[in-house]
C-alpha cells in the first residue's frame, strides 16, 4: 500500500484527515489582535502630531508601560528584535574573538555574532531547560573567549546561577536572547534582571507584539545612554557621533499597537496558562509522547507549547507526526530543526559537530512545537491532542523502519 510521508499507510491517512480535519487552518500561534478602535484613536493623535519616529510620546508612554510591566529599570524600545541583539553586542564593545552560543535557536542569534564579526563558539544544551548546559561551557573556553550569548529557549530559564558563576570566573560578558521570555519571572524577579543584557522581540509571533519590534534591557544609566544612541546612528547629540552605530528605533505607529496590546497582555497569559494545563493533561498519557515539565521557581507566560517524540516509544517520528497533523490542518512547528549551527555558513566550525552537541542534536529531531494562543480555545487543543492519539493508533514497526533518518 502506497505511504505518505507521514509513513501512515495513505487509506489510514486519508481517513483520519476526513473524519478529523480541522475546518480551518490552525498555526503554531497567531497575534493578539487589540481593539481595532483603540488603535485607530491613537492613530488619530499620530496624525495631528504629525510626529512619526524618533521617540515620539507613545514610544516614550510604551517604554515607560513596559519597565513597570516586566519589572525593570532600563528599558529600550527597537526597531526588531535582531537588530536589538546587534546593539547588545556593539554596546559591550563585542565585535572581534569569540563567543559561546547555543545552536539550538532561532538564526538571528548566531547571525547577530557573525554581523559583528564575532566567531560563534556552539555549546551543547541541558536536556531539561533546552537552554546552554553551564557543565559544558568552561571546557569551550578560549584565550579569544569574550562573552556568553544564552537563549531562554520557549522562555525557558538558562541556568542564570551557574552562568553567572562561569561568566564571573572568567571574565565574561553574559548576553540573554529573551526573545520568547517576555514577562516570564524567575525566583521573584524578571528574568530580564540577569546578565549584562537582554533582549526581546516583539514579532508578531511573539506573546506580546508590535508586528514587528523588540526591547533591550541593561542595567545601568550609562549603559542605556551607549544603547540609545547606537540605536540612533551612534548620535549622542546633534553635534556629537559616539560611535558606528545603526537605524533600530521603533516608531509611533509599531508603538500605539503596543499600547493598545498591553490591555490584553494579562488575559493572554492567563489564557494561554489554562490552555498549557489542558493539553498537559490531554497528552500526559501518551507513551512516548513528553511534555517537558516547567522549570522549578519560575512564572511561565507559555510562548509555545514544546513536546519531545520519542519515536521508539511514540511509535512514530516527530516528523512523521508532524505530517500527520498538517494533514488535519494543524500547522505545528519544528523549532528549532535543522540546528543552526548546521546551516552551511557555520557548518564548519569545529563546535558545529555532532559529537560536541550530542543533545541538542537529538532534542531537535524529536522536539514539535503545538500551536498555542489564547484564542484557539479550548475545544481546538483537545481536538488536536485526539489527533495525535488516533494517530498513534495507526503508528507500526514497519513505519519506523522506513523512517528517513
Ligand atoms: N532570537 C530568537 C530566539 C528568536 O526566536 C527570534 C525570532 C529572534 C531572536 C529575532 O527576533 P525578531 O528580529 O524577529 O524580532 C518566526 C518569527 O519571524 C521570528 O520572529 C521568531 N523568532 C521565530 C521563532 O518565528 P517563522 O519563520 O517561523 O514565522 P512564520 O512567518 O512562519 O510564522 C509562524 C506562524 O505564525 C504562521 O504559520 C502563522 C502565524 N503568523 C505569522 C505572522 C508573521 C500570524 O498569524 N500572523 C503573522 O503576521 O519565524
Redesign the pocket.
Known amino acids: 500500500m502506497a505511504e505518505l510521508d507521514s509513513g501512515m499507510a495513505a487509506k489510514d491517512m486519508a481517513d483520519l484527515a476526513r473524519r478529523r480535519s480541522l475546518p480551518q487552518p490552525v498555526?503554531?500561534?497567531?497575534?493578539t489582535m487589540p481593539d481595532l478602535k483603540g488603535y485607530v484613536h491613537l492613530l488619530e493623535g499620530i496624525w495631528e502630531r504629525k510626529w512619526l519616529a524618533n521617540q515620539g510620546p507613545l514610544h516614550e508612554e510604551l517604554e515607560a508601560r513596559l519597565r513597570s510591566f516586566l519589572g525593570v529599570e532600563h528599558l529600550s524600545l527597537f526597531c526588531?528584535?535582531?537588530?536589538a541583539?546587534l546593539v547588545a553586542l556593539e554596546a559591550l564593545r563585542l565585535n572581534t574573538g569569540e563567543v559561546i552560543t547555543t545552536p539550538f535557536?532561532?538564526p538571528?542569534?548566531a547571525h547577530s555574532l557573525y554581523w559583528n564579526r564575532i566567531r560563534p563558539v556552539f555549546c551543547d544544551i541541558d536536556p531539561i531547560t533546552f537552554n546552554l548546559d553551564p557543565t559544558k561551557i568552561e571546557r569551550l573556553i578560549s584565550a579569544d573567549t569574550r562573552a556568553i550569548l544564552a537563549?531562554h529557549?520557549y522562555g525557558r530559564p538558562c541556568d542564570v546561577e551557574a552562568i553567572e558563576r562561569i561568566a564571573n570566573v572568567h571574565g565574561l560578558h553574559v548576553i540573554y536572547?529573551a526573545?520568547?521570555a517576555f514577562g516570564v519571572r524567575y525566583k521573584d524577579k524578571s528574568i530580564l534582571n540577569y546578565g549584562d543584557i537582554s533582549?526581546l522581540?516583539?514579532?508578531?509571533?511573539?506573546l506580546f507584539t508590535t508586528?514587528?519590534?523588540?526591547a533591550l534591557v541593561c542595567g545601568s544609566n550609562d549603559r542605556q545612554r551607549r544603547v540609545n544612541s547606537l540605536k540612533n546612528f551612534g548620535i549622542a547629540d546633534e553635534e556629537t557621533v559616539i560611535g558606528p552605530g545603526i537605524n533600530g528605533k521603533m516608531n509611533e505607529l509599531q508603538a500605539a499597537f503596543g499600547l493598545v496590546q498591553m490591555e490584553l497582555i494579562d488575559q493572554e497569559i492567563s489564557n494561554r496558562r489554562d490552555l498549557a494545563l489542558l493539553y498537559r493533561e490531554l497528552l500526559t498519557e501518551i507513551p512516548g509522547l513528553d511534555v517537558p515539565a516547567d522549570i522549578p521557581e519560575t512564572e511561565s507566560t507559555y510562548a509555545y507549547f514544546p513536546v519531545l517524540i520519542d519515536a521508539g516509544r511514540f511509535g512514530m517520528t516527530r516528523d512523521q507526526l508532524f505530517v500527520v497533523l498538517r494533514e488535519c490542518n494543524v500547522?505545528a512547528?519544528k523549532?528549532f530543526y535543522p540546528l543552526i549551527s548546521n546551516a552551511s555558513c557555520y557548518s564548519a566550525l569545529p563546535s558545529s559537530s555532532v559529537s560536541n552537541l550530542p543533545v541538542a542534536d537529538r532534542i531537535s529531531k524529536q522536539v514539535l512545537c503545538l500551536p498555542i494562543y489564547g484564542s484557539i480555545g479550548s475545544q481546538t487543543v483537545r481536538l488536536i491532542t485526539e489527533i495525535i492519539a488516533e494517530a498513534q493508533e495507526f503508528a507500526t514497526p514497519a513505519m519506523l523502519a522506513d523512517a528517513k533518518p
Open positions: 498555526y503554531v500561534t497567531r497575534p526588531n528584535g535582531t537588530i541583539l535557536t532561532f538571528a542569534t537563549v529557549v536572547d526573545a520568547h533582549i522581540s516583539f514579532h508578531a509571533t511573539k508586528a514587528e519590534g523588540g500547522f512547528r523549532y
